[in-house]
């Protein structure tokens, strides 16, 4: 099993985005994005602080996880403008921040104007190339659980940047057991699925 991990700073419902029919990650984590294939594992730890929608979040814990998620499609970003499944995401449909915001044109997307991101997100979000859509997602919000060392997916050094790693079956099916065990023992956990009230960014 591969497993890409990052930093989650922003968890308003944009990157990623909750809204039905699946979630997806289409802002932010440009290298997650570009490179993560079906099968692959995505997981995200905590910043410090985190934006949640009570507020900001101290998470001083640099291993607790905020969510992850098995990727089941990687969308090119034209596409998922095109992809009818996906039009309950773009701006004006969505019932908080929506995360289809990028149309095609000749040879390049364009930003349609929305409440998620703006213009200086734009190099980011398009970097990534594509849309992330996942059906087998664990939530955990601030409630936190951290990560056992022993897993060995813990990002070491002063800046915990994306990273990508490999790990056996074993292992993975122990950690699945653990993202099951953590969500059950967290109890009902709300998603971040909240109208706008001004721009976000998520990194």
Known sequence: MIVWTYV???????APNFESPATTLTLCAPRVRRQARPGNLVLAFNGNPVQGVSGRERHPERHSVRWAGIVEEAIPLANYWN???FEGKKPGRSRGYPDNIYRP??????????????????????GGAMSLVFQTVWYYGPTAPILPEHFSLRMNGGRRT??????????????RLWLDDAKTGQGH???PIVAPAQGSRCA
């Open 8 to 14: 989650i700073t922003h968890d308003l419902g944009g």
């Open 83 to 85: 992809d009818p499944r």
């Open 105 to 126: 044109v000749i040879d390049d997307l364009e930003q349609v104007p929305n409440p998620t991101h703006g213009p200086q997100n734009m190099k980011t979000d398009i």
């Open 162 to 175: 994306n990273l990508c790693w490999e790990i056996n079956e074993p292992t993975w099916h122990e950690l």
């Open 189 to 191: 956990v709300s998603l």
